[in-house]
């Protein structure tokens, strides 16, 4: 029986794809070898702890280790999508995340097309210098400038407030603020690393389109619109798929280090609540469950993103 010609191509391609492959090895095997290193690394400290998501599905006991824990199945699953508790916290995580991306994505596209408009180099570089010099600091360190900024006790904002016969607000207290200072300390922090990536963005348009469009007339506004977003709408679709594998992390570390209990019900994400669980009521198969369903999620909404973009753009990472 003859094989469909669609699987002959298929088989075809195999073959061919193989013999490049080994005489690209052969040809340049000292490049390959330079290779070996980074994959083991890969292996051995990112492949090789995900046989510890073997917790999730068993009754983990930190004495008898992972193989003679018995096997619970979906259990904590169950539990996990059953848990009033855990409902509050994936709102929590999903309305911090599309606030972040709503707010906080656009906002190094919109800088840099700003800063890459300014003709005076000095001018721009120290600009660029002091909204980039956040990212290098810790969340500790932000949330410690923020604290007394925020201060009821002496914080700056709040004399402010006070000098225009405005009430105190406790930022770090009060719930229904509590989202807005994440957003905005996250913002300060991290707008700067976003700023970088688009400028480096820039460079790879071509002057000479700018240079057509004045001789058609096209104004600045029209330039942007029609080469400078087009231009770095890769890097942009990128950035954006990227930071879908996220939306479930919300900022983990940032909330750690700023919220309090007084505000769990609005800032309590998946991250701290894995956090809270595991460490401090030492469930470890339950916040393994928390972990793997974040982690399965991310990837999902990454392959997505990706099929769209590649389906409706004809762009995407791979």
Known sequence: MRQPASEVNVSRSKQSYSRQLGSDIRKDWDLYLLLVPGILFVLLFKYTPMYGLVIAFKDFNIFDGMAASPWVGLEHFKKLFTSQEFGGVFVNTLIISLLKIVILFPLPIVVAILMNEMKNMLFKRTIQTVIYLPHFLSWVIVSGIFIDLLSTNGGLVNKVLMSLGLEQIAFFMDSSVFRSVLITSAGWKETGWGIIVYLAAFSTIDPQLYEAAKMDGAGRLKQIWHITLPGILPTILLMFILRLGSVLEAGTEQILVMYNPTVYNVSD??????????????????????????????????????????RYLQRGIW
């Open 269 to 310: 994400v998946i991250g701290t609540f894995v956090y809270r669980m595991g460490l401090g009521n030492q469930d470890y198969s339950f916040t393994t469950a928390v972990g793997l369903f974040e982690s399965v999620i991310a990837f999902s909404l990454v392959i997505t993103g990706n099929y769209l973009s590649r």
